[in-house]
């Protein structure tokens, strides 16, 4: 298991992580960023900007309790960045709470930077080695370039790093077999202790956060304490190291600050830019001092709200108060290391594979690349290239799962609207059925009595006219006529209450327009004109050939009687293939319909014709008939202009009318 890893179920695919990994060593696995042990360099960084808390770091702290419980002999040795950490205490109340927890010894890892220092400058006065040099204090630094930039392998200093030159020196010189357990600002030191070139040098590391988490645990509390002093050996000007050029300054060479042999890099970016050029444009300085954090002063785990200037301060003032060492008091000690390629070696994807991956994260054209980095890559083809390994997920794209979320809004809008016009229709199917049914009772009880008043009206009438001629009394030719309009109502509740079943056959929809045409034409004005404006070669609809007849007369009458003063009714038909319904339409230029009126045009009853006119009946008549059909029918209208009703019709094919008659 790597140094970092990922708490499963706090991830919330905000992709900060990959944005500033600096080698993308993540892979989404169901929407969470988990950690590729084989390309991370334990920078921390993903654990820093992780404001979810779902990073979590290999942490010794437990181990380390139960070994000093148990009486184990443990050294400490402490990073000289340790004043920027504790800054509100003096170094010695520091070191005194260290002991409080139980460590037997705690010396300076700086002890270790003065022999890093004094073999580096031993390096170059040598000449020996491949030129430009890059220094290897930084385990971020050294895994950066065994795992991802192998090929800088032979520029990269062979000394190990000041705190495995401590541990080698008290193993080596001081014969010290105690655990030894390092304290410093770095997530890194972690990875670097398991490194097979120098693993079992150092035992443990604690951070500086870890350490105070200790210290509460136990209810230590430092600035309480005296003070006690660091065990020997004691370091000179090494203390200096974690400051900018501080492995320069330790080892005394390249301090001047127009040196053109050295150059001294500090930071993330500086040092990503660094490495990427560094084969296309190697440096002309012989030495490079390269840290991955601003120094180690701001290394991850510092835990220091103090700024740069004033952690920079709390460390200078311990080093003012140290002597400086002759490098020639100092032991002699093995600090050679080898590296080796551990770079993941990758399949890279063809152009067609890149492109098709880029066609399915909506890529289509070069346009759609936005390289927006929102999904943590550069650039989409980046983001493509991670989702062919398998490092990343399609449905990381920003913009395309927006596009999708808008179209999805958009259909479910669309679903919303037609679930809406079906419950409706639902309703208003029900209230027709259940009028339905009330009006057949109702008709069939009028009906007798109505056809006897009728009966005995007409003979009254006929009686009057042969003992009087044409002097009948008014009173009696109003009975007939109100009787008469009366049997209509009765006959048009009859034809509303009997839409139950539909004798389908397959008819040309154009000729019974036609026959309709041909029929009404007879009672209409001359100065109303029918116009037909029918499709050629319109498929045949499976209809009750009678009703649908019913439907469009009752239409057409409808609009003769809305253009008093004239005017024109077109009849178009329209195969829509794509959606596979015929459209019918009617449009007359007549008075219009206002809009308060619109969604009662159906309901049985309602007319807007004058007393007498009209039953309420015959729209409400043909939406059951279209209805029967598995239709639809609609209407517009602007007052004034004229109004069109639409009759959507099913085409169905030849199989589906068998499988409905």
Known sequence: MGVITTQTGKCKRCYTCIRNCPVKALTVEKGEAKILEEKCVSCGTCYKVCTQKAKNVENHCSIIRELLDSGANLTALVAPSFPASFYSINPKQTIHAIRELGFSKIVEVAYGAELVGRECKRMMESGEIHKPVIASPCPVVVSLIQKHYPKLIPHLAPVVSPLIAIGRYLRDIEKDDSIKVFIGPCIGKKEEIKDPAVEGIIDYVLTFRELKEMFRNSNIEPHTLTGTPFDPPVPGTGRIFPLMGGILKTGGFGTEILDPSIAIIEGRDSVMEFLNNFERHPPEQEFIDILYCDGCINGVEIDSPLSSLEKHKKVAKLVSETRHLNPSSLPEVDLVREYHDQKLLLHEPTDAELAEILRQMGKICPEDELNCGACGYMTCRNKARAVFHGFAEIEMCMPQLIRQLELSIAELKKSHEQLKLTQAELLQSEKLASLGQLSAGVAHELNNPLGGILLFANILQEAESKCNGDNIPEELKIIVKEATRCRNIVKGLLDFARQSKIQRTRVDINQIISDVVTMESRNTPEN???????????????????????????????????????????????????????????????????????????????????????????????????????GAIEVESTPGEGTTFKILLPVESDDDFSRAI
């Open 528 to 630: 109303i004109k029918i116009v037909e404006n029918v499709c050629s070669n319109c498929p045949q609809l499976s209809v009750d050939t009678v009703q649908i007849r019913q439907v469009f007369s009752n239409i057409v009458r409808n609009a003769v009687q809305a253009m008093p003063d004239g005017g024109v009714i077109t009849i178009s038909t329209q195969h829509r293939a794509e959606t596979g319904k015929m459209v019918i339409s009617v449009r007359d230029t007549g008075t219009g319909i206002s809009e308060e009126h619109l969604s009662k045009l159906f309901t049985p009853f309602f007319t807007t014709k004058g007393t007498g006119k009209g039953t309420g009946l015959g729209l409400a008549i043909c939406y059951g008939i279209i209805k029967m059909h598995r």
